[in-house]
C-alpha cells in the first residue's frame, strides 16, 4: 500500500525567505509523486509532478520539489516566499499502473509573515 | 475553456438524508475521480469512473454510490447520511491517453450534515 508523510502540519516563513515543505512516501512499486496547492475555499491546483523523467522538477510560481529515492523524499522549496504563496500544500503518489487513484498527505499550511 | 465544475457548492442536510452531487470534467476529459475531504485532513479517494462503469474504489462504504453519463459527466450520491459525512467532496477529472495521475480538480461540494 502506499502512503505520504507531510512533516509539519504547519509553517510559518517570513516574506522572502526560502519555503521547505517535507514530503516521504512509501511505495512498493516506482511511484509518479505530486505537489498539489488548495487556498482557501478552492479545489485543488496541481503545483508540479515527477513522473520517472528528471529528479529535480520544476512547477509553477517558482516551486520546485528533488525526488531522491534513497531518502524515500520529494520535498517542495522555493528560494523566495512572496505573500501569496500562503495556502495548504499537499503531496501525493499514485502508482504506475495508470489507476489514478491519489493517496494524499495530511497537508501543511503555509503561513507568510511580511 | 472550462475546467471542473461542480454542483451545488454548499449544501445542509439532516441525518439520514439522502444527497446527489454533480460534476462536469474538463472539456476533453473522460475519466472522474471523486475525494472526500475532511476538516483538516487531505483528500480521501472515494471511487473513479470510466466508460460509465466503476473503475476503482477505495475504502468508502457501499452508502456512497456514483454514476458517469455517457457525455463524462458524474455523479455522487450518499445514502443515510451521518455527522461524519460532512466534508467537501471534490471532483477531478483526466485526459485520455497515457495516465500520468495528474487530475484536474473542481472547487468541490461543501456538504454539511446536521
Known amino acids: 500500500a502506499q502512503s505520504v508523510t507531510q512533516l509539519g502540519s504547519h509553517v510559518s516563513v517570513s516574506e522572502g525567505a526560502l519555503v521547505l515543505l517535507r514530503c516521504n512516501y512509501s511505495?512498493?512499486?516506482?511511484?509518479?509523486l505530486f505537489w498539489y496547492v488548495q487556498y482557501p475555499n478552492q479545489g485543488l491546483q496541481l503545483l508540479l509532478k515527477?513522473?520517472?523523467?528528471?529528479?529535480l522538477v520544476k512547477g509553477i510560481n517558482g516551486f520546485e520539489a528533488e525526488f531522491k529515492k534513497s531518502e524515500t523524499s520529494f520535498h517542495l522549496t522555493k528560494p523566495s516566499a512572496h505573500m501569496s504563496d500562503a495556502a495548504e500544500y499537499f503531496c501525493?503518489?499514485?502508482?504506475?499502473?495508470?489507476?489514478?487513484?491519489?493517496?494524499f498527505g495530511q497537508g501543511t499550511r503555509l503561513t507568510i509573515n511580511p | 475553456d472550462a475546467g471542473v465544475t461542480q454542483s451545488p457548492t454548499h449544501l445542509i442536510k439532516t441525518r439520514g438524508q439522502q444527497v446527489t452531487l454533480r460534476c462536469s470534467p474538463k472539456?476533453?476529459?473522460?475519466?472522474v475521480s471523486w475525494y472526500q475531504q475532511a476538516l483538516g485532513q487531505g483528500p480521501q479517494f472515494i471511487f473513479q469512473?470510466?466508460?460509465?462503469?466503476?473503475?476503482q474504489r477505495g475504502n468508502f462504504p457501499d452508502r456512497f454510490s456514483g454514476h458517469q453519463f455517457p457525455n463524462y459527466s458524474s455523479e455522487l450520491n450518499v445514502n443515510a447520511l451521518l455527522l461524519g459525512d460532512s466534508a467537501l467532496y471534490l471532483c477531478?477529472?483526466?485526459?485520455?491517453?497515457?495516465?500520468?495521475?495528474?487530475?484536474?480538480f473542481g472547487e468541490g461540494s461543501r456538504l454539511t450534515v446536521l
Open positions: 469512473y470510466y466508460e460509465e462503469e466503476e473503475r
Open positions: 511505495s512498493s512499486v516506482p511511484p509518479y
Open positions: 515527477y513522473t520517472s523523467a528528471a529528479t
Open positions: 477531478a477529472s483526466s485526459p485520455p491517453g497515457r495516465r500520468t495521475g495528474e487530475l484536474f
Open positions: 501525493a503518489v499514485s502508482d504506475l499502473q495508470g489507476a489514478q487513484k491519489l493517496v
Open positions: 472539456s476533453g476529459h473522460d475519466t
